[in-house]
């Protein structure tokens, strides 16, 4: 399972680990040493929810919200996506 997408500042990969749980993985282009690493919490359709204290991150094949106490900060559109079910080749 793969799901990986990248906004204008960020990049996202979701990961399954041998143990079946799914792992949010994002960090910023210009300093991807500093990746977050973290449980996903929910499966949606076409999306993944993680949660880190009050900071809520949604990413999906169009966007990725990232929200602090249920208030959207941030909301970039994705501009590259590869998936196990897109067409491109990851």
Excluded: H, W
Aim: aromatic share 10%.
């Amino acid at each position: 399972m793969s799901f990986y997408v990248e906004t204008s500042d960020f990049f996202v990969n979701i990961c399954r680990r041998p143990n079946g749980q799914l792992i949010y993985i994002r960090g910023q282009k210009n300093r991807p040493e500093n990746a977050i690493k973290i449980p996903v919490i929910t499966e949606e359709g076409t999306g993944y929810v993680a949660e880190d204290g009050n900071t809520t991150y949604l990413v999906t094949g169009a966007t990725l919200s990232i929200a602090e106490n249920g208030r959207t900060i941030n909301e970039e559109q994705v501009t590259y996506m590869c998936s196990e079910f897109s067409e491109k080749v990851c």
